[in-house]
C-alpha cells in the first residue's frame, strides 16, 4: 500500500518507508553555489564541492525536464521525474498519491480548455516545495511535491 498522510482518501496512515540513500531539498543546490571551483587534479580524493557537483547536475537536469515539459503541456515528459509513490498536492488542496495518478492528474489538467486555451496565463505567484530523492538505482526524483498560492493579503497584525 502507497504511503497516506492521515485524512486522504480516508486511509489510514501508514509509515513512510526510509528512504536509506537519503533525501536532498533545494537547500542543497543553494550551497553549492557558495562553494569554491572544483580541483583540476583528477587523482586527488573528491572534496565536499566535488560530491555536490556531481549530484546537482542530476537534480538540475530533473528541474528542468520539469519545467520544460510543463512549459510543453506535457504530462507524460513528467513521468520520469517522480518517484512511483509521489505524493502531489496543488494549491486547491487537491492530494495524489503514485506517479500514474500525478502524471494522469496532469494530462487532465493540461487538455482542460480553462486551463489553457493556447493564450499566455495569466501570471499567478505560487510556489511548490519539492522534496528530491535517490532512489535504488542512483537517479534523483521528486518523491513530494506541494504547490501553494502566494497571497497579498494580510494575515497578523503586530500590536507594536
Request: charged share 25%.
Amino acid at each position: 500500500m502507497p504511503y497516506r498522510p492521515a485524512g486522504r482518501d480516508r486511509v489510514p496512515a501508514q509509515p513512510r518507508p526510509p528512504r536509506a540513500r537519503g533525501l536532498l531539498a533545494a537547500a542543497c543546490l543553494a550551497l553549492a553555489a557558495t562553494l569554491p571551483p572544483a580541483h583540476a587534479d583528477t587523482t586527488a580524493k573528491p572534496t565536499q564541492q566535488d560530491i555536490v557537483q556531481s549530484e546537482q547536475n542530476p537534480i538540475e537536469a530533473l528541474l528542468k525536464t520539469q519545467y520544460r515539459a510543463f512549459a510543453a503541456r506535457d504530462a507524460e515528459a513528467m513521468r520520469g521525474i517522480y518517484a512511483e509513490d509521489a505524493d502531489w498536492t496543488n494549491a486547491f488542496g487537491r492530494s495524489l498519491s503514485g506517479r500514474d495518478a500525478i502524471v494522469a492528474y496532469l494530462g487532465e489538467l493540461f487538455a482542460d480548455p480553462n486551463f489553457s486555451d493556447g493564450d499566455t496565463l495569466p501570471v499567478r505567484h505560487n510556489h511548490s516545495l519539492k522534496l528530491i530523492g535517490r532512489q535504488d538505482d542512483g537517479s534523483w526524483k521528486i518523491v513530494s511535491e506541494m504547490y501553494m498560492d502566494a497571497r497579498q493579503e494580510t494575515t497578523h497584525v503586530s500590536d507594536g
